[in-house]
Structure formats: C-alpha cells, structure tokens
C-alpha cells in the first residue's frame, strides 16, 4: 500500500509499478489514457507504444532468424565440401597428387584468390608449380611462423608483412586476409583472399581444421608404406 500522506517523486512511482506490473490491468483507463513520449513525433498511447515495442522486437527476432539461417546454409555447405574434399584427397594414389587435390579444392571450392603450401620436406613429382615451396621445419625463413606452428591451430586475418612475403612472394601485396592452417610435421597452408573482411580474427576455425587433419591423414599413408 502506498501511504497517502507520504510525497512520492517519479522514481518512487517507477519502482511501485515495477514491483506491481499488473497495477494496469485494474485501472484499464488509466492506461488507456497514459502517454509515452517517443523519439521522434508525438506523443503515443501507452498501448500503441507497447504495440510498437512488440513490433520492433519481432522485426529483430526476424532479423535474427534470417541470420541464423543462412549461417546453417553456409556451415551445410562447407560440411559438404569438406566431406568432399577427405574423399578427393582419400581417392589419390600418391602423395603428390594428394597435395595437389588439396591445392585444388582451396582455390575451387572454398573460394582462395591465391593457395600456398609450403612442404617440410620433398615429396617426388611436385616440381615447377607456383603455389607451392619446400623449407625444412627448423629453417631461419619460418621463424615468423614459430608460434603458429607450435599451437597447431589455424589463423585467421591479415598477416604480418614477412608472413605475406614468405607465403605468397611478388603477390603479397595483393593478399588482405588469410587463413593460415599448420599441419604438426607436416605442411604449412595458406588461402588468401583479396578481400579483407574474408578471413578476419574470431571466425570459425573448425572446417579449416578439419581439412588439415584430412591431409596429414591422406599424407601419411603414403609414409607408411615407404
């Protein structure tokens, strides 16, 4: 109960209706008859403002919904060239041509302006081909990799300038964004893109990392039967 005799400000009234939100079901022409002022235009009835209200949030719950949907459209997508892509790769009768469905599918299906590989060790019949450099684990030249390489996880964004010059050489002015994906033992792999928000820092690491495990695993076949 409010004591009648007790000087209530707007703060005090505020807070009583809080703690009494059904005090307008009561006295429905007292809120019929209230007023909320609104950003732009006149003032509204407290039934058309909550009328919009509720208007603008099913707009944003709609929005939302959109959203999420065409996040499931794409993560189904990539799910489906991934999954094409372990079988490309599983398909393959030597390790060269293993790296090189891997190269292939980077550049066709998941979008890559420019695809670089760079193999810790030779792999026969992988000559003369652009996209792709061979440099021992420990070489001075992957010292800027030296983190990247020891976490194991993929990367995404724009790299440093010597990690553009090592990767991508006269063309790393053309790369904005990277996704950069080390393979333990294996391979260092990088997809750039001339757009700079394609890859971008926080984004979904998880097909990526996928991909990489498919490749060590198609690679490493081919070792123990060597």
């Known amino acids: ?10 703060h005090e009234v505020a807070a ?8 307008l079901q009561q006295f429905p022409d007292l809120a019929l008859s209230m007023v909320v002022p609104r950003e732009e235009g006149p003032a509204a009835s407290l039934a058309s403002y ?4 509720l208007r603008d949030k099913n707009r944003e719950l709609s929005r939302r919904l959109h959203e999420l949907f065409g996040n499931a459209q794409e993560n189904e997508r990539l799910a489906v060239r991934t999954h094409q892509l372990t079988l490309a790769l599983l398909k393959q009768d030597n390790a060269a041509d293993t790296v090189r469905a891997m190269a292939a599918a980077l550049a066709e299906d998941f979008n890559g302006d420019l695809v670089r590989i760079v193999l810790f060790r030779p792999i026969a019949g992988l000559d003369d081909v652009d996209w792709l450099q061979v440099i021992a684990r420990d070489d001075a030249r992957l010292a800027p990799f030296r983190d990247c390489l020891a ?3 993929p990367l995404c964004g724009r ?7 090592l990767l991508y050489g006269m063309r790393a002015e053309e790369v904005q964004s990277s996704a950069l994906l080390p393979l333990d033992g294996v391979a260092l792999v990088g997809v750039g893109s001339r757009e700079p928000n394609r890859f971008y820092p926080g984004m979904g690491t998880l097909f ?3 991909m990489g495990e498919a490749l060590a695993a198609a690679l490493r076949r081919f070792d123990a039967g060597a």
């Open 1 to 10: 109960m409010i004591d009648s005799n007790e000087k209530l400000g707007a």
């Open 16 to 23: 009583w209706l809080r703690r009494h939100p059904k005090f």
């Open 50 to 53: 909550q009328l919009e209200v």
């Open 151 to 153: 976490d194991g996880e």
């Open 159 to 165: 790299l440093q300038p010597e990690k553009n010059a």
């Open 208 to 210: 990526l990392r996928m």
